[in-house]
């Protein structure tokens, strides 16, 4: 089953409720970062730190792990140093949803391996869970980190969301080269599932450098 619009409905609206702010516990993900064109940095709050606040602040200091060409994953604590590295079968991460009657929690992102290199998120597996007796039901997404192939030149290079422009890398271009996109002449595509993302996108391709970037 794919991660579905409903589902990351129900994230964005569980992040959006007040009052619900867990603490987080060890490779929780406290912070998700976006560092928008022409705009302030834009976050969404996951959990609460123990004891000092959550970076909000996109940076490469700290402790992070990227999500796409500028939104990142943000942590309260330096990785724990007993995580393994993570391998191609392996889930490396896990969105938690717990539903309660109608009400959704805030969901729990959890980091199980070390994501390292360069790499991209890559959707795995759906699972869903119902207690009748509490009457909740658990909702689990699970991810793997995959290594990033190198691309040719004017290959297509990943997906760009249409609102933000951010690109989801499927390869790493060659020198000279970077992943581009052009929302003039490019054709959106609909229903593209990234990592706590599922809606519109443009195909992009790796250009030459020197060429324009509208974003």
């Known amino acids: 089953m794919e991660f ?28 998700i970062v976006h560092n928008r064109f022409w705009l302030p940095n834009k976050h969404e709050k996951l959990c609460k ?8 602040v996109y940076s490469k200091e700290g402790t992070f792990l990227p999500i796409n060409t500028r939104s990142q994953m943000r942590f309260c604590e330096p990785f724990d140093p007993h995580l393994d590295p993570c391998n191609t079968t392996s889930i490396s991460l896990s969105i938690t949803q717990r539903i309660l009657g109608n009400l959704p929690m805030k969901p729990v992102v959890q980091l199980h391996c070390m994501c390292e290199g360069i790499k991209y998120w890559k959707y795995f597996s759906h699972v869903e869970r119902y207690n009748e007796e509490k009457q909740e039901k658990t909702i689990v997404d699970n991810f793997r980190c995959i290594n990033l192939r190198r691309c040719t030149p004017n290959q297509f290079c990943g997906f760009a969301r249409t609102d933000y422009g951010f690109v989801y890398h499927r390869c790493s271009c060659p020198n000279h080269y970077k992943c581009i996109f ?33 974003w």
């Not at 964005?12 to 603490?23: R, T, V, W, Y």
């Not at 730190?49 to 909000?56: A, F, Q, R, T």
């Not at 052009?182 to 992009?204: C, R, S, V």
């Open 182 to 214: 052009d929302p003039g002449t490019y054709k959106i595509f609909d229903g593209i599932q990234e990592l706590f993302y599922n809606g519109t996108a443009y195909k992009a391709y790796c250009r030459l450098d020197n060429e324009d970037d509208l």
């Open 49 to 56: 730190c123990p004891g000092k606040p959550c970076p909000v």
């Open 4 to 31: 579905s619009t409903k589902i990351l409905f129900l994230i964005l609206l569980a992040i959006s409720i007040e009052g619900q702010d867990e603490i987080c516990e060890k490779n929780n993900i406290c912070n």
